[in-house]
């Protein structure tokens, strides 16, 4: 009995095993027709051949076993490789725990091939935990980055230093990573590498900005400059940045542009919508500081409704005016607004709160009393009451006088916004924006490949069968015409 | 400190460090911020000018200290003007030897700095002296690790021809002369600084012990120095110890004769005369050096032994010919052209004209035009025939200065000076130049024509004052005609003189005058005469490119592809591709996108990527640009790209630019068989289709049978050769292939692309300049190179034509009879077939006198059948792998990386490197008896001669037909 049962055993496991080693042939067929993809993009020095062995990676993520990277590998040691290139190999394979292997008949690995693998090695590593490990291999691959200076290398060693920073952020020492990713971007700047520049800024970016360094931030997006032609992901998290930055440095409105513009350059799927929710927590504090109120519509949206709810309560405060709710809120969800690093920009809210108050109160009284101000808005003293109305008459938020002997404050006839420039600039904006829009979906668009001369072939046949057939009824007419010719012969 | 500069977040306190008082302060903040640059500059870059202030402070200690960090802030802010003139003002801090990539970077811009300072040619302000410094200790490093190539490439660009020389001088000095010969004084774009290399060259050449006059002779051509040459000459003839300097001398002569300009060997040739009055010596004697070196440059050898080989090895499939002439109308003057065009160039050269004798009938319909084509057509035949050239076209020439049939009297004209082509005889062009002025009334101008035509072609590039004055002449008349003619000619003739006065007067007269041919052959001509100026063409194309008229456009666009032409030179191209897709004017774009294939002649891989949106273009004039420039660029590579392209423009709906298409592959298929390039059956058959599909475009078929007669040019031996076998841009070649593409405009242009063709011979001659027998070894397979097989006679589609135009009355009876009735076709067929090469057979005996003939020209000669390659070559070893090459046969361009000569072999070549063209070999056992080739055509009309002088009835034995022309009317 026990025998079967262990003879079933040893059956299992050999079908197991057969099973395992078909998944790791299949596993390591996609990686080989990504790696193909690499090579044709080495041959023709086109770079969305790297693009194209990249797109899939994120399929490939899940399914990523030790065996099959090493296997592949293997198949690409040879020894006529490029010392670091070897390097690199080997040094993947030993943070797979997998033993070296030499393959006789390995082909020559280029450092397009090698980073990709490396890359697999550092995604497997990081999905199992093992941050150690990928923030070694990461350095070693982040020394040998520099040698080569090819077009189509960029995408991968851009997704490189992106899993490199990410080992050293969960290990909490993001700023080690700092002197590395400063060299390697002045190495990306030299060899027009965009789409690692890219990359590299938005990291420095989160680096700087993970120790709440804005100053450098700030001097950082100063004095470089976003390459125009970078991915629309990197693009949206780079504009995330430099609105927070800006957020800070109370540059609202480009801020609020911005980040605008981070929530429509980043794609509205299922992943992007954690990015979402970032982006639209900073964009509501902005909104509000601008003194504008959010659409009620945007808290609506599925994805945001839960996760913005304490925003949607800030926003209701600040739109009342009501001093007390307003202070309720920020402390109910202090800890949150904390964890949202937003904290210090609500801080900076109350006063939009008495603006908003005196905004409201100014709208609908035309003549109003300093005392019944005070009351409403919960203020200490008429005094103090006196001096915000000041200052929002003077920020332009209200457009009204105050009459200091009686004591109230008026104010002026509600002119038509439509009688000014306004809604003109309002439309010149929007319609740059969708030019622009327009410009750069033009711009990004590509030839096909061969794929049209199929249709040609059609239309080509068309054209010789509409000349045959026209060719027909030529002749048919010349018989025709015969013919009619024989029967009025017939008819003589 | 260094540990806690390691844990900063800001520079913030090392910044302010350098406004304190104290110099010690400061100078530590400097120390300090130099080692955190890299981490720092967005923050120091804030402060720069502080920096900068302490740099310019005279009595700071560490000023240097501070231009090193300013220079690094300004390289990390991309500013590497700022940061070089800083590392500069750093002095000895600045550390050349630093492998970090702010080092490298700033030596770089140093570098092109410099070479930008040098090329800017203003030597009235003097280049910083530092700047110099680090350049020079840049040039000693290379001099140390001998990085010789590098110092060449730096020392051209910045034009320091000191360190040039001193690199030549010590590094590998023959390959490293090389290298630059070749390589790099194509690229330098400056003619002046061109010319100042090339003297270097023949300066450090002429050091060494034994030079290699081969190069210096080369280089002297370049730079027009006929006077050294010949004194060079002169000096290996005059060595009589050793057989090879005599030997080394014929060859260059060969080379230059090919390589040079006619204008050039002249001078020469007067030089060498010159030398002559004063040694006295045996200058008369036939078989001295001296005489058989002055034979050699007017080009005499070479036309003869080329003639020679083109007779010998014609494999001209005749049925091509007569299939086309059959199915085509030949009283449409466009298909009697076609049928002209193929037959000149299929037997360009070989001087074979059987097709004309046997075609009487259709030669007869020739009327007006196509009679002065069909006549020129004679010249291309004959080309190079230069003893002969007067007897062979007696016929036509008008008889004591009286016009009969000024058609085919313009054609002869223009036919002789084709059959002169480049190398015209003093008689020549005298006679040409009295048949300018000695006609009038109103045949003139045709005659005119053709006499321009001729002086344009025999005169080429002589840069003759008196030819160009008598052409100008001709223009002034202001005759269309004639005057369209006089400006091509006139171009020929000075070409790449870019002579100001002739420029100027075309110009002006481009602008007078109201013919619109007049103005596009002027445009053409002015092109010409720009033809290799790079530069120097600058002004000219400049101001013709803002012009209103598009034709003076058209001459920008000529002038640009001249000029530039092989160079690939990147404005020019920018250039072109600019108008080809911005010109209102589609012939100006048309003629931009074909510029290109002139330009990027010398590296074809390109040209596919750049023209493959313009071949989908949806202007058909700029479809057509792309094919035709496909074609010139990748004529004879066989490339797959270029076919890829243009094989779906063979279907194109518009017909011309399927002629353009055919015309393209058949200069890119030219000499290919389908066991190297499978395409070429096909395309073959493609052409066939297309010329007997009845419903077909007339223009497409034009342009088919002329594809046919370029894919088989020259009997199946010659090559597109815009470049010659050393690789020097070949001008005739490329005045030629423009000329040819003028075809659009008028027919009888086409003839000029004889020009371009090259024979692909493997000529060995000994120092008697007689061919032995030799045997070169091909290390690869035999069947890639060899002819393609002939055609089938297609007996199948005789009935199915023959149906067509049966009457209804008579089909039944005459199906029932059909079988006999093609069988006795068939049998007519044959009749015909016979009869034709029993003439063959007459004529053979007629002329070759002695009575062995090569077997394998007789195999063609007589039309037999035979389709196995092996007949077609002999004298090979079994094996697959390798197969010998006789002398005087067929070497393909493809096939010499495979050529090698044969280790023991009796002959050895002079000049060592390439197995083709005209080698001179040297006999290593010259008491042994000689086996020598007799040459076939040479004795054959040297009997001609020996009859002409004893029986004046026999004068033309070649041309015992007349053209069937009746009294004609212009």
Known sequence: MSNNENAMDVELTAEQKQAESRRILLEGKYITRNVRFLERGIAAAEV????????????????????????????????????????????????????????????????????????????????????????????????????????????????????????????????????????????????????????????????????????????????????????????????????????????????????????????????????????????????????????????????????????????????????????????????????????????????????????????????????????????????????????????????????????????????????????????????????????????????????????????????????????????????????????????? | MAVQVDTLTSAGGLISLLDEDERELQYY????????????????????????????????????????????????????????????????????????????????????????????????????????????????????????????????????????????????????????????????????????????????????????????????????????????????????????KTLSAYQIAFDLDANATQEFTRAVIAELSLGDGITGGDSNVESSPITRVKSILSGDETLKLHLEFLFRNNKTDMKILDRTCKVLDSRLSLAHNAVTFSNAFMHAGTTVDNFLRENLEWLSRASSWSKFTATAALGVIHQGQVKHGFSLLQPYLPEDSTSTSPFSEGGAFFALGLIHACHGTEKVIDYLQDALISYQGQNAEILQHGACLGLGAAGMGSGSEEIAHALMNILYTDSAVSGEAAAIGLGLVMMGTKHEGTLKDMLLYAKETEHEKIIRALSVGMGLLMFGCKQEADGLIEKLIEEEDPLLRLGAVHAITMAYCGTGDNTAIRKLLHLAVSDVKDDVRRAAVTGLGFILLRSPEQVPRMVQLLSESYNPHVRVGAAVALGIACAGTGSKAAIEILEPMLKDSVDFVVEGASIALAFILIQQNDIYEPKVADIRKRFSEIIENKHSESVSRFGAALSQGIIDAGGRNVTIGLTTSDGQLNAPACAGMLLFIQFWYWFPLAHFLTLSFKPTALIAINKELQAPNIETTCLSRKALYGYPPEIEQHVAQAPAKVATAVLSTTAKARRTVKKPAEEA??????????????????????????????????????????????????????????????????????????????????????????????????????????????????????????????????????????????????
């Not at chain 1, 060299?183 to 590498?193: C, K």
């Open chain 2, 825 to 970: 076709e068939e049998g007519s067929a044959d009749a015909q077939k016979k009869a034709s090469s029993e003439d063959n057979d007459k004529m053979d005996t007629d002329s070759a006198t002695k009575s062995q003939v090569d077997e394998s020209s007789m195999d063609v000669d007589e039309g037999s059948n035979s389709n196995d390659p092996k007949a077609l070559k002999k004298g090979r070893k079994p094996g697959n792998d390798t197969f010998t090459v006789a002398n005087l046969s067929r070497v393909l361009p493809y096939q010499q990386k495979h050529m090698k000569w044969p280790a023991n072999c009796r002959y050895i070549p002079v000049k060592q490197g390439r197995v083709s063209g005209v080698l001179l070999v040297k006999d290593t056992t010259p008491s042994e008896p000689e086996d020598l080739i007799s040459s076939m055509l040479q004795e054959s009309l040297e009997e001609e001669e020996n009859e002409t002088a004893s029986d004046v009835a026999e004068t033309q034995p070649p041309e015992p037909f007349e053209y069937p022309f009746d009294n004609e009317h212009a």
């Open chain 2, 29 to 244: 903040g400097l120390v300090q911020l130099n080692s955190v640059t890299d981490r720092f500059w967005t923050e120091i870059s804030d402060s720069i000018s502080k920096i900068e202030i302490l740099y310019e402070d005279e009595s700071f200690e560490h000023r240097k200290l501070a231009a090193l960090v300013a220079s690094k802030i300004y390289f990390h802010l991309g500013e590497f003007d700022d940061a070089l003139t800083f590392a500069l003002g750093a002095g000895e801090l600045f550390n050349l030897t630093d492998s970090s990539s702010y080092v490298q970077t700033v030596v770089n811009h140093a570098i092109d700095k410099y070479i930008e300072l040098r090329a800017a040619d203003n030597m009235e302000s003097p280049i910083d002296s530092r700047l110099e410094a680090v350049v020079e200790r840049m040039f000693a490093r290379c001099f140390e690790t001998k990085d010789y190539a590098q110092v060449v490439g730096i020392a051209i660009e910045s034009r320091r021809l000191d360190i040039l020389e001193r690199a030549l001088k010590n590094g590998d000095t023959r390959s490293l002369l090389a290298y630059v010969q070749k390589d790099c004084v194509g690229l330098i774009s400056s003619i002046h600084v061109q010319a100042q290399v090339q003297e270097l060259l023949v300066k450090v050449h002429l050091q060494f012990d034994s030079p290699d006059y081969e190069a210096v002779c080369l280089c002297l051509s370049k730079l027009n120095n006929p006077q050294k040459t010949a004194e060079i000459l002169k000096l290996l003839i005059k060595d009589k110890s050793d057989d090879s």
């Open chain 1, 48 to 492: 969305h051949y790297s693009h194209r062995a990249l797109r899939t990676l994120s399929n490939l993520r899940k399914r990523l076993e030790p065996e099959t990277i090493a296997e592949v590998i293997a198949a690409y040691t040879s020894v006529s490789n490029v010392q670091n290139v070897a390097e690199c190999l080997r040094c993947a394979v030993e943070a797979l725990e997998m033993k070296p292997a030499a393959n006789p008949a390995a082909k020559q690995c280029e450092p397009e091939i090698c980073l990709f693998f490396c890359l697999l090695t550092q995604l497997y590593l990081l999905d199992n935990g093992q941050y150690e490990k990928g923030a070694k291999l990461s350095d070693t691959l982040v020394g040998m980055l520099s040698s080569s200076p090819r077009k189509t290398v960029d995408p991968l060693v851009a997704r490189v230093f992106f899993y490199f920073s990410r080992f050293y952020e969960v290990a909490d020492r993001l700023s080690d990573a700092r002197p590395a990713l400063l060299r390697a971007l002045q190495a990306a700047t030299l060899a027009n590498m965009k789409e690692s520049k890219a990359m590299l800024l938005t990291l420095l970016l989160r680096n700087y900005l993970h120790y709440k360094l804005y100053d450098q931030a700030e001097r950082l997006t100063a004095k470089t400059t976003f390459p125009t032609d970078a991915p629309n992901n990197l693009l949206a998290r780079y504009l995330y940045y430099v609105g927070r930055i800006e957020a800070i440095q109370l540059n609202y409105s480009q801020a609020q542009m911005h980040l605008l513009e981070a929530t429509r350059k980043a794609p509205s799927n299922a992943a992007t919508a954690g990015f979402q929710q970032t982006v639209h927590k900073v964009y509501v504090i902005v909104e509000l500081l601008m003194g504008n109120i959010p659409e009620r519509s945007l808290f609506r949206i599925p994805t945001l409704k839960k996760p913005l709810q304490p925003y949607l309560e800030l926003t209701q405060a600040v739109r009342i005016g009501d001093l007390n709710r307003f202070q309720e809120v920020v402390s109910q969800y202090q800890s949150k607004f904390l964890q949202d690093q937003v904290l210090i920009l609500i801080q900076r809210l109350r006063h939009n709160v008495i603006k908003a108050g005196i905004r409201s109160i100014s709208v609908a009284y035309s003549r109003i009393s300093l005392r019944d101000i005070c009351l409403k808005l919960h203020l200490d003293s008429e005094e103090d009451a006196e001096y915000i109305v000041a200052k929002a008459i003077r920020d332009g938020v209200i457009d009204a006088t105050i009459d200091h002997q009686k004591g109230y404050v008026k104010s002026a006839e509600i002119h038509n916004v439509y009688g000014t420039s306004d809604p003109q600039h309002a439309f010149d904006r929007r319609i740059t924006f969708c030019l622009n829009i327009y410009n750069e979906s033009v711009k990004s668009m590509r030839y096909p490949g061969s794929d049209h001369r199929k249709e040609l072939a059609y239309a080509d046949e068309a054209i010789r069968r509409e000349r045959e057939l026209a060719q027909e009824l030529e002749n048919d007419d010349y018989d025709e015409d015969s013919d009619a010719d024989d029967v009025m012969d017939e008819d003589l």
